[in-house]
T-cell receptor, first 113, second 112 residues
Framework: DSGVTQTPKHLITATGQRVTLRCSPR?????VYWYQQSLDQGLQFLIQ???????AKGNILERFSAQQFPDLHSELNLSSLELGDSALYFC????????????FGPGTRLTVL | DAKTTQPTSMDCAEGRAANLPCNHS???????VYWYRQIHSQGPQYIIH???NNETNEMASLIITEDRKSSTLILPHATLRDTAVYYC?????????????FGKGTKLSVKP
């Protein structure tokens, strides 16, 4: 158990819909990262938040957004969903000054029908 | 961040040592070598990291060559539960910014 929690575990929705994925980092970790893993793309970094502020951005689509709340949990919002958005979405957290050591949650499997 | 090269797949007999190589010939002086693994569809799991000295923890050992251009992750007594994709990642140590760049990794199959 990494100490990072993600909900829901599975999500099935239709094209055009909007969903929200939630992540709670390990106790004391200020950084939260979101990654997407699809069959053909491998693990891709989406976005990082550090203590409530966006810190780094990867290949995140404009239809996707994220935020980190004062209690440090984070949400990833995916809108206007397409079939190609079906993937595993992982959240990770790291401690202060230790961005290389990231602890991953169990992931949310999103299926867009 | 420096690029890494790993074999696509490897097999190992249960109970034997698994030695997973990684080439990182363009590594710079302040970059560390990190190893993660991902057991089927689970979240990636941090294993170990090092700069230039050999490192050991409860999961594995990391051997980094003197010129730092390659490294080997050693699982001393592989079990079936060690079957996973292993990722070698090179990046700076800390700071508060930065993602991990995952390549394709090495798919390790531990066989009975």
């Amino acid at each position: 158990d990494s100490g990072v929690t993600q909900t829901p575990k599975h999500l099935i929705t239709a094209t055009g819909q909007r969903v929200t994925l939630r992540c709670s980092p390990r106790s004391g970790d200020l950084s939260v990262y979101w990654y997407q893993q699809s069959l053909d793309q491998g693990l891709q970094f989406l976005i990082q938040y550090y203590n409530g502020e966006e810190r780094a951005k990867g290949n995140i689509l404009e239809r996707f957004s994220a935020q980190q709340f004062p209690d440090l949990h984070s949400e990833l919002n995916l809108s206007s969903l397409e079939l190609g958005d079906s993937a595993l979405y992982f959240c990770a957290s790291s401690g202060y000054g230790r961005a290389g050591t990231q602890y991953f949650g169990p992931g949310t499997r999103l299926t867009v029908l | 961040d420096a690029k890494t090269t790993q074999p696509t797949s490897m097999d190992c007999a249960e109970g034997r040592a698994a030695n997973l190589p990684c080439n990182h010939s363009t590594i710079s002086g302040n970059e560390y070598v990190y190893w993660y693994r991902q057991i089927h569809s689970q979240g990636p799991q941090y294993i170990i990291h090092g700069l230039k000295n050999n490192e050991t923890n409860e999961m594995a050992s990391l051997i980094i060559t003197e010129d730092r251009k390659s490294s080997t992750l050693i699982l001393p007594h592989a079990t079936l539960r060690d079957t996973a994709v292993y990722y070698c990642i090179v990046r700076n140590y800390g700071g508060s910014q930065g993602n991990l760049i995952f390549g394709k990794g090495t798919k390790l199959s531990v066989k009975p």
